[in-house]
């Protein structure tokens, strides 16, 4: 099986795809764009991409995607991400003027940064950063990325876990061309848009609340075209295969203006 | 009075600084955590920041910054954002292979950008992207920013109204130390958390539902410390001040384990 991923060998998004799918072969992609397209042209079979993370908060970006490309959501991993302090061997602490990674890293370290002096750089990737890092061969600087990335790489590891907040997770979603019909406890992921006028999200989200389903999350994006208009993103624990779930969606349909499932999939076991 | 903004001269909110405040003195200042600094510390009176654009959506770190201060938000409103692709005298539209700009800025003029074979490169600031362009007497690259930019920095505009979608407003909220009371139509921000329980948010959206009580936005932010856990910020139509909205305030609060108003303000007129 071949599994595409956002970034370089190393990236987080790389031991996600591991730790989901087991031994597969990943292919790595420059942009969140190309790691759809890969999978719609079949360049791939299925791809993992990240969808939120507990401290940042949700990749928007990769919602605005999921809606611009007929993939089905087939699954959710949750990976607790422990950032690394990288740098060329030999390179000291003391050294460290500036730290490269990708900004949600940066903002993660943002405390630690501060407190060690160390100004933040911007790169488009945690282990891209890695490797330029190890191509300049810079001896004043650092890179904020996964372990894996510094063993790929051949560097040394200045401080492990320098995250500020330890309750750093990302979820991931797993999609591919195919939807799957899911066994034991599911989620169901849907996008939605609704007429603008007051009390329309209430009457949404009493579809859920009269079922005693429970919302995971909601998140709202600007509907292009129309400003201040919105696309309401919902994961609700149930599946569409489920006769609860379905009434659910059957009776959202009648107040929505557009209804889309996105996929219903295994709900994530820690 | 002294108004801070996130940027360099000639940045849209400086703009928007002047067409809300009128003629004041502007403090640009490098990032949205030293514009919320300077309100606070007395070195201006007012900031104004960007809260949300039409189409790339909300300004995530600006909603973590209100409820990390002690402001208040005394107002609103909606610059129409017209993009401009500058560049030093003489340059000509064939010889620009990059576009530098702010990544918000590049992202709404992506379709353009790739139309014209550019590359885009991103830079803190659209403003500040002109400065370093003129600085720089590059003659390959091109920045994206207000017309005001261009003229400040004696650069030549190749183009005017490059963005994709002309539907691009940028929403501003004026911050300040003392609170104001909105005569006429007014809006009221807020930001709550809830039990994490079935249900929890469609009782919150009750309080306003069964008032008729319109939300313009609802936008949720992951809780720090607690994985998966979630602030809702949402804009009604109505004054804390207002019979109503009051009553709508006290019974979220039944709901609610903390709830802060962060302003009622005029209503934005076109």
Not at 195 to 200: D, L, M, S
Request: charged share 25%.
């Amino acid at each position: 099986m071949k599994i595409s991923f956002q970034g370089e060998p190393g990236a987080y998004s790389e031991q996600a795809a591991f730790d989901y799918f087991g031994s597969v072969e990943t292919v790595p992609c420059e942009s969140f764009e190309s790691v759809f397209d890969s999978v719609v042209s079949g360049k791939s079979d299925a791809a993992l991409i990240p969808i939120e993370n507990s401290l940042a908060g949700s990749i928007h970006q990769n919602y605005d995607l999921l809606l611009r490309h007929d993939l089905h959501i087939v699954g959710e991993y949750f990976l607790r991400v422990r950032h690394c302090l990288i740098a060329n061997p030999g390179v000291k602490m003391k050294d460290v003027k500036k730290a490269i990674s990708h900004p949600q890293a940066l903002g993660q370290c943002a405390g630690y940064l501060r407190s060690r002096g160390v100004k933040a750089e911007q790169a488009y990737d945690t282990a891209g950063s890695v490797k330029m890092l190890k191509e300049s061969g810079a001896r004043d600087a650092a890179a904020i990325a996964s372990k894996r990335a510094a063993e790929i790489y051949g560097m040394e590891i200045l401080e492990e876990g320098i995250e500020d907040n330890p309750e750093n997770y990302t979820r991931f979603l797993a999609v591919q061309k195919e939807p799957v019909v899911p066994k034991g406890e599911a989620k169901t992921s849907i996008v939605f848009t609704l007429k603008n006028v007051p009390g329309a999200l209430f009457k949404a989200l009493s579809v859920f609340a009269l079922r005693d389903l429970d919302l995971t999350k909601i998140e709202s994006r600007p509907l292009q075209g129309k400003p201040w208009e919105y696309l309401f993103y919902i994961d609700f624990v149930g599946s569409m295969h489920d006769e609860t779930s379905r009434r659910a969606l059957d009776h959202l349909g009648e107040y929505a203006l557009t209804l889309r499932t996105l996929g219903s999939y295994p709900r994530f076991k820690g």
